[in-house]
């Protein structure tokens, strides 16, 4: 009998403890490397860049950098098209974007380099491509909840399983013929979210796309603040940067300040002389 | 009385000036004007050789027709109120010479419009006459023949003058139509100025011819 009653006392406490005793992390990790891409096996990167010569309006590739590692992989072809197109379609508003392709996953290859950006300069006739990869941690906890897993109902039911989805985002945007970056742009999300121990893979899934599209969105923010920064830098060492037009646009006889200054000092000089009567 | 005031009035009002401004105001009201009078390469080469002249009434924004009609107001009116000479000649030579130039020198320039190297031109050219009048006008006119080039190089050889291009205007600036339209002013002065002064030697040595003879 005193076993019996302490079987049943001692039933729930060894559950408790070893529902919280086996509260195992889990992680994953996702990511794709600009560096990895474009300089592979090598310790230091050794292509000199160039002076770039950018033909305005440009022709921009977006494209995501092959992933370091193909097992688990969540993240489709679809939804990498899907991704670009929010990206492509925050660069269309700019005047001196003339056309953006994107590039489907299947031109770029492992550790292609830059040799491989030169042969999608070929096939898609473009200067300039974006280059867009990501990293991605995914962290699985399980919460007080889990304890009702030893109903076995409860693993199907509640929600014990913490997610915590880490995303960073980046553009890198080069000049192609001159092998320069010219900016690049950050873009992090962080996704919390709670599921059922049988449809975690599921909402990890679901979390892992959301976290990108939240860290897109981010990116296209500081995608226009590195472009204004881009721009003043052009302006400030044009040694750097060289800016041509593209055959085929509308040229402008067109004044600047300084000359607007220069007329009104003259024209005001000789209204104040006219007024004094000495002309 | 008043009617010697009246047309006293009438006569300093600057009448070239003010045809080339209300022609422009005119040409940027109405997109079907503007799409005759633009610089179109293919157009001119199909027959529209009016366009050589009319080009420069045509602008691309409220921005670019208020700058241009500004300078060149400035330009135009201390010229035809100083009665420099020959204005209009000069304005019909600076429009063609610029078009014409810019067909040949920027192949890749498919439209242009614009009053500025008209207007670089009036200004330069008013300035080079200036040289000749009282000191503190001269002064002015002399730092304005010094400034002009310097601005109109550093434009041709600084990529950055393409620069405003970027977000804020849907053409690229032509510096060398500036260029063109102080050659033209420069060349139109020197022309005046030589008749000028063989002019005045004829009748010097005239009187001379008369006092001595």
Redesign the interface.
């Known amino acids: 009998m005193d076993f019996r009653r302490a079987f049943v006392v001692a039933l729930p406490l060894v559950a408790v403890i070893s529902s919280v005793a086996g509260c195992v992390a889990v992680s994953r990790h996702h990511s794709s490397s600009v560096v990895q891409y474009l300089y592979p096996e090598q310790k230091e990167p050794v292509e000199t860049p160039a002076i770039p010569v950018l033909s ?1 309006p440009l022709k921009v590739g977006i494209a995501f950098v092959p992933d370091a590692s193909d097992w688990q992989n969540n993240l489709t072809e679809r939804d990498k098209m899907d991704l670009m197109k929010e990206v492509s379609a925050h660069f269309k508003k ?3 974007v003339k056309s953006i392709e994107l590039i489907p996953s299947a031109y770029l290859t492992q550790n292609g380099s830059f040799a491989n950006l030169d042969q999608i300069r070929t096939m898609f006739g473009i200067d300039v491509i974006a280059l867009l990869s990501y990293d991605q941690s995914q962290f699985t906890d399980e919460g007080l909840a889990s304890i009702t897993y030893w109903t076995l109902i409860g693993a199907y039911i509640i929600p014990g399983e913490k997610n915590d989805t880490h995303t960073m985002m980046d553009a890198a945007v080069y000049d192609i013929k001159s092998r320069k970056m010219l900016f690049r742009a950050p873009g992090i999300s962080h996704i919390k979210s709670k599921a059922t121990p049988i449809n975690v893979t599921e909402q990890l899934r679901m979390d892992g796309l959301d976290s990108l599209k939240e860290a897109s969105q981010d990116l296209v923010r500081s995608l226009d603040e590195q472009l204004a920064l881009f ?1 003043e830098k ?2 400030d060492t ?1 040694q750097d940067f ?15 300040g ?3 200054v ?6 005001g ?2 209204l104040w ?2 007024g004094s009567g ?2 | 009385m008043a009617k010697r005031e009246r047309k006293s009035i009438i006569m300093r009002i600057p009448k070239v000036t003010c045809f080339i401004l209300v022609v422009s105001v005119i040409s940027s009201i109405s997109p079907e004007i503007a799409s005759v009078f633009i610089f179109d390469r293919s157009a001119i080469l199909k027959g529209e050789v009016w366009c050589i002249l009319t080009c ?1 009434f045509v ?2 924004s409220n921005l ?1 027709l208020g ?2 009609l ?2 060149f107001g ?2 135009g ?2 010229i035809e ?2 009665d420099y000479r020959h204005f209009s000649r000069l304005c019909i030579l600076m429009a063609a010479l ?1 078009s014409i130039s ?1 067909f040949i020198l ?15 031109g009036s ?1 330069y050219y ?2 080079l006459w200036g040289t000749s ?2 000191r ?2 001269r002064t ?2 002399m730092l ?1 023949i010094f ?2 080039p310097i ?1 109109i190089a550093d434009e041709i050889c ?10 804020q ?6 510096p060398t ?2 260029l063109i339209g102080t050659v033209v002013a420069t060349l139109n002065y020197l022309i005046d100025k030589y008749k000028q002064t063989a002019q005045a030697n004829r009748s010097t040595g005239q009187q001379e011819a008369w006092r001595f003879g």
């Open positions: 305005l700019y005047e001196f721009k052009v302006k044009p060289q800016i041509v037009p593209r055959g085929g646009y509308s040229g402008g006889g067109s004044l600047d300084l000359f607007i220069l007329f009104s000092i003259l024209g000089y000789w002389q006219k000495k002309v | 420069h602008h691309f670019h700058y241009n500004l300078a400035i330009a009116w201390i109120n100083k610029i810019l920027e192949p890749d320039v498919s439209y242009y419009g614009g009053l500025s190297g008209m207007a670089c200004i008013c300035a009048e009282n503190s006008w002015i006119c304005v400034i002009v601005k600084n990529s950055a003058s393409v620069l405003p291009y970027w977000g205007q849907t053409f690229v600036p032509m139509s500036h």
